[in-house]
C-alpha cells in the first residue's frame, strides 16, 4: 500500500492524460466559482464572505486530515513560509472578492488567469527544470489568444480601473503562492497542511480586518449561503487540496497552464446560466486554447 502510495506521488516530467482531466475538471469548477462568488457578494460583504470562507474551509480540511490521519506540520521551517502564503492568499482573495464586485466576471476572469504567464515566467529563472522553450512560448501566446477571443466576444458592462487593478494583484498573488510551495520547505509537506496554514492564517487576518471594510451582511438569502458552501468546501477544501497535490506531482508551468481555461468555461457558463449568446469566435478561442495546452505540455 505505501508502495503504491509513493509511486503515485512520483514526480512526472509531462502532464498526462490522468492530471489533464483532473486539471480540465478543476478549470470548469473555477470558471462556475466567478459565477457563484459574483451572486454570493449579493448577500455577504467581500471580505467577509473570504473570512467566513476560510474559516468554514479550514474546519473541513482540519476534520479530513483528522479523519485520514494527516499530521499538521508547524515546525518553525515550516511556519515562517506557512505565514507568509496566509498573507499572501489573504492578499489575493481579498482582491478578487472585491474585483468581482466592482465589475463583470468576464473582465476579471482574463485578468485572474493570466497567472500562469507570471508564473511560467518566474519558474523560468527560479526553477531549473522549467525553462521555456520556444514551443512552449508559442503555446502560451496561443492559449492567451484564445482567451482573448473569446472575451472580445462579449460586451464588457461594467468595466473598472480599480476592479482590473484588484485582478491583476490576484493573479500574482496566485503564482506567488505556486512557487513559494515549490521553492521553501513548506514542498516537502503534505498537501493538507500547506492548504491548512493557507486557511488559517487567511481566517485571522480577514477576521480582524473585516471591519474596517464597513457592511458585513448586505441581503443574505438561501442562494447566497449555498454559494458559501460551495466556495468553502467545494471549491478550497476539495479543489485546492487537488490543485496543491497536482503541483507536487508535475511540472508548476503546466499545472498553471491549465487555468487558461477558466476564462473560456466562464463565458460557457454565461451562455448557459445567463442566456448570454454565444459566437462562432467561442469555438475559435476553444481551438487556440487547446493547441496552446497541447504545445505548453508535450513532452520534450
Do not use: C
Not at 87 to 103: H, N, Q
Not at 158 to 181: F, R, S, V
Not at 212 to 229: K, M, N, Q, S, T
Amino acid at each position: 500500500m505505501k508502495s503504491g502510495a509513493s509511486d503515485a506521488m512520483e514526480r512526472k516530467s509531462h502532464m498526462d492524460t490522468f492530471g489533464a482531466s483532473a486539471l480540465i475538471l478543476f478549470a470548469i469548477t473555477l470558471a462556475f466559482n466567478q459565477v457563484v462568488i459574483k451572486v454570493t457578494n449579493g448577500g455577504f460583504s467581500p471580505v467577509f464572505l473570504v473570512a467566513i470562507r476560510s474559516v468554514i474551509a479550514g474546519l473541513a480540511v482540519a476534520g479530513w486530515m483528522a479523519w485520514r490521519g494527516k499530521p499538521f506540520e508547524y515546525k518553525w521551517s515550516v511556519a515562517w513560509p506557512g505565514i507568509l502564503i496566509g498573507v499572501i492568499f489573504s492578499i489575493e482573495f481579498i482582491s478578487l472578492y472585491i474585483a468581482l464586485d466592482l465589475t463583470d466576471v468576464s473582465r476579471v476572469s482574463v485578468i485572474f488567469y493570466s497567472m500562469p504567464v507570471w508564473l511560467a515566467l518566474a519558474a523560468h529563472v527560479l526553477l531549473p527544470g522549467e525553462r521555456l522553450t520556444f514551443v512552449r512560448l508559442i503555446g502560451l501566446g496561443l492559449a492567451m489568444t484564445g482567451v482573448a477571443v473569446a472575451l472580445l466576444d462579449r460586451q464588457s458592462g461594467a468595466a473598472n480601473i480599480w476592479g482590473d487593478i484588484l485582478a491583476l494583484m490576484a493573479a500574482i498573488g496566485w503564482a506567488a503562492i505556486a512557487l513559494l510551495l515549490r521553492i521553501t520547505p513548506l514542498s516537502k509537506t503534505n498537501p493538507e497542511t500547506q492548504l491548512m496554514w493557507q486557511l488559517i492564517v487567511s481566517a485571522i487576518v480577514l477576521s480582524a480586518i473585516t471591519p474596517w471594510f464597513g457592511e458585513i451582511l448586505r441581503d443574505p438569502a438561501i442562494i447566497h449561503v449555498l454559494g458559501l458552501l460551495f466556495q468553502a468546501i467545494g471549491v478550497v477544501a476539495i479543489g485546492y487540496l487537488v490543485w496543491f497535490w497536482m503541483l507536487s506531482i508535475y511540472p508548476t508551468s503546466s499545472v498553471a497552464s491549465f487555468s487558461f481555461l477558466s476564462p473560456v468555461f466562464s463565458v460557457l457558463f454565461g451562455w448557459w446560466i445567463l442566456g448570454e449568446k454565444v459566437g462562432p469566435s467561442i469555438w475559435i478561442a476553444l481551438a487556440l486554447v487547446a493547441f496552446g495546452l497541447f504545445l505548453i505540455n508535450r513532452k520534450a
